[in-house]
């Protein structure tokens, strides 16, 4: 091999290194040492719940388990479970450095594993490098665990200890460290093929590497349609031939080829794909030079590449680029992959991975790549060109659609192959489970996107029809036909920011536009408009410039023509502004006197709504009990059975302050006009989510339990008790605002809205068109 000529060049400064080694060291100290706790998943407040915990009751799961071992599925976190294992011999970029030194890295691997795919880890870092004595601890393990993760393993060792392993053990056995880097090579080369235009079974490779890794990778390579003879092998001895003694094993003699050549230099002549999973600075400017046209270079050495991308585009302006850096495009994460296939393989019970399943995770991967990006990808990666091409082969690690695609594959692929003890049997089902690990919105909503996708497609318009989050909503509503979009704006401006974000909605086919600047309606809206407002103040001439220039108002004339069904605006502005349009353009419902604004929030362990958030400054109580009523029965609408407190500082009396008057007065209305309705108060707000508290407090309470719709005496109270619980306790996920009381389908977003809200409220707004015309 080379000297490493380049690896100078290549050091961050020692500035820049100093002060990423300092923020790394308070990163893991503070605020507590670690990256990892243990949280309990049931309650322990009392005797009753220590009893089923613990001594007597624990012997019952014990029993089950005893008669069925398959019930530890059910009865402990097993199948949610994995084990990271490593013996600290082959640390990335820091080679033998012992179990204790590899606890921070595993500890990573284990909050990655929670981060992207909900599954929970222990890590366990074993003091023990004798393969066979490793296997032996290992296997033991087997009760513990639904999977074993091998991280960090010299080679060949962990070839053996996974191969044992796999023979012993009736559970998924997976080294990352070669099937996580196999799979997301694969997936970024075949692509990357694809863009050069090549043909995978015709290409000549040549690898800087031979460690678990590298022979990991080419194996799959192999099984994905690259010619085992087109393949060639260098190491820190040279070239991988025929009769070579030198540093070889079983594993590398089957790539070893007939030939007199014996340095990289001499291979790489020709080359279609540099593989380099080595050292850095090992492939030199004039080894690129040699390569054949349009060449795949993948340096994933870390933290230093093969070569640096800047010294390749000096020499080679046709070449596709990749490393195992974040500063450079075409990242090779092993994140990309080694959640998701885990999430699949334990989802189905399968009792190892096939290479089926990795094809499968391959596949997946690769595709979604070639899909436009999500809002949380450009969110995430702003200002980079995300578009499937040289310099984006493979999905960002962000991209919340990788357990939508992989975990699904990987699953099937269990099943198919025989090895699933639990096969998924209805997989839209499963897919729209695993939703609710990707967006926490996804349990709440999902009876309103079943009702939203179980009658005919309805037409929603979209008021801000040019604002980024919106395209991209539009583009996932599209995909699950929840609705057609009409989008408000410039037609060109609309086009040429699809093309922009990488989105394939096509105007005609997809969506439909209004022309804010010609639209063939124009003059009928805005007599219209007048005609409804001229005792208003609205004039002639300000009706006719506020109908060229008020998205909202556009909006809201199209709902009330019939032109569409329902009405999204607000990612900008105020409720206030847009209710100035909706108001007297869409009105309210009959019988209804007040619009209002209601929330919803997804806390720990439970569901919350709250009323009114952004509309009536001051309700009085008569107001309070008609919002109750529309929230209560909006909730239902989500398949929740709403319990009503009306909250205070006076908690059952024990204030005549003017605002604890008023929500009595309220519940004494409610009481009368919605007697279906649980609610009780005046209340505080701990005693309205305890309802153990509660009943001790007031033991004649009609509302029952914990209560999950929080009515607020004033905007000022519903608006910060929202934001805060929001940001807090919710992880700012939130449904709304709903607008109740409107007498078409309409929804005032806010302007720090996200794209899954604006998709979320679209369907909404589907249902709620439904249920108008049932």
């Not at 284990?110 to 890590?123: H, M, P, T």
């Not at 994933?300 to 495009?329: F, H």
């Not at 649980?678 to 509302?703: I, N, Q």
């Not at 809205?753 to 679209?762: A, F, S």
């Amino acid at each position: 091999m080379p000297e490493n000529t380049m690896a100078h060049d290549q050091t961050p400064h020692p500035d820049r290194r100093a002060q990423l080694r300092r923020s790394a060291l308070e990163y893991h100290e503070f605020p507590k040492p670690g990256k990892l706790a243990i949280a309990a998943t049931k309650q322990m407040l009392n005797q009753h719940d220590l009893a089923l915990a613990y001594t007597p009751g624990v012997a019952a799961p014990c029993e089950e388990i005893a008669k069925d071992p398959n019930a530890a599925f059910r009865y402990t976190s097993r199948g949610n479970l994995v084990g990271v294992v490593t013996n600290g011999t082959a640390v990335l970029g820091l080679g033998d450095i012992g179990p204790l030194a590899s606890k921070p890295v595993m500890e990573g691997k284990a909050v990655l594993f929670k981060k992207f795919s909900g599954i929970d880890v222990f890590d366990i870092e074993i003091n023990e490098k004798d393969p066979e004595k490793l296997v032996e601890i290992i296997a033991s393990l087997e009760p513990t665990f639904g999977g074993i993760n091998l991280e960090d393993i010299k080679a060949p060792d962990c070839f053996y200890i996974e191969r044992k392993l796999r023979e012993r053990m009736r559970i998924p056995v997976f080294h990352d460290d070669q099937h996580g880097t196999a799979i997301t090579v694969g997936a970024a080369i075949l692509n990357g093929l694809k863009v050069a235009g090549k043909d995978p079974a015709r290409v000549k490779l040549v690898t800087s590497g031979a460690g678990a890794a590298a022979l990991a990778c080419l194996g799959l390579l192999v099984k994905l349609g690259i010619a085992r003879q087109n393949i060639w092998v260098t190491d820190l001895a040279g070239v991988v031939y025929q009769g070579r003694s030198e540093l070889m094993d079983d594993d590398k003699i089957v790539f070893a080829q007939k030939t007199s050549a014996r340095t990289l230099d001499e291979v790489i002549e020709g080359a279609d794909v540099f593989l380099g999973l080595s050292a850095g600075g090992v492939l030199q400017p004039d080894m690129v030079r040699k390569m054949a046209a349009r060449p795949l270079i993948f340096a994933l050495a870390n933290p230093n590449p093969e070569i640096q991308p800047e010294a390749v585009k000096a020499v080679r302006d046709d070449a596709i680029m990749a490393t195992g850096r974040s500063d450079y495009p075409n990242q090779v994460n092993n994140v990309l992959c080694f959640p998701y296939i885990f999430r699949g393989a334990l989802d189905s019970g399968a009792t190892t991975i096939t290479p089926e399943m990795e094809i499968a995770a391959v596949h997946a991967i690769a595709e979604l790549a070639q899909a436009e990006q999500s809002e949380v990808v450009a969110a995430a990666y702003a200002g980079e060109a995300l578009a499937f091409g040289p310099e984006y082969l493979i999905p960002k690690p962000f991209d919340p659609r990788l357990m939508m695609m992989i975990a699904p594959a990987v699953a099937r692929a269990a099943a198919d192959s025989g090895v699933a003890l639990r096969p998924i049997a209805d997989m839209d089902a499963y897919r729209d489970h695993l939703q609710t690990f990707v967006y926490a919105s996804g349990t709440m909503m999902k009876p309103i996107f079943m009702a939203a996708k179980s009658a005919a497609k309805k037409r929603v318009a979209y008021a801000e029809g040019e604002e980024e989050r919106v395209l991209r909503a539009a583009q996932i509503v599209v995909d699950e036909r929840i609705a057609r979009p009409t989008l408000i704006g410039r037609p060109a401006i609309i086009a040429r920011r699809i093309e922009k974000f990488g989105l394939r909605l096509q105007e005609g086919r997809d969506y439909d536009v209004v022309n804010v600047e010609n639209d063939h309606r124009y003059r009928l809206f805005w007599q219209t408009y007048h005609r409804m407002t001229e005792r208003k103040g609205v004039t002639v001439s300000i009706a006719k410039i506020e109908m060229r220039r008020r998205l909202t108002l556009i909006g809201a004339m199209l709902l009330h023509q019939g032109e569409v069904d329902g009405l999204i605006v607000g990612t900008w502005g105020h409720t206030a502004h847009h209710l100035n349009y909706i108001e007297p353009v869409i009105g309210k419902r009959a019988g209804v006197n007040n619009f209002a604004c209601m929330n919803g929030l997804l806390l720990p362990e439970r569901q919350v709504f709250l009323v009114d958030t952004h509309v009536n400054y001051d309700p009085s109580a008569g107001q309070l009990a008609e919002i109750t009523v529309l929230a209560a029965e909006e909730m239902m609408r989500f398949g929740i059975r709403p319990k009503a407190a009306l909250l205070s500082h006076s908690n059952f009396g024990s204030s005549n302050q003017p605002s604890a008057v008023k929500m009595r007065q309220a519940l004494e209305l409610l009481r009368a006009q919605a007697p279906w309705l649980e609610v009780d108060g005046e209340m505080h707000g701990d005693v309205a989510l305890d309802g153990k508290a509660r009943a001790a407090t007031m033991p004649h309470s009609e509302l029952l339990g914990d209560a999950n719709l929080l009515v607020l005496p004033n905007i000022d109270a519903a608006n910060i008790s929202y934001n805060l619980l929001k940001t807090a306790a919710g992880g700012n996920i939130a449904i709304g605002p709903v607008l109740l009381g409107a007498a078409r389908p309409v929804h005032i977003l806010t302007a720090s809205t996200t794209v899954r809200r604006i998709v979320n409220m679209t369907a909404l707004t589907v249902a709620d068109a439904n249920a108008a015309r049932q």
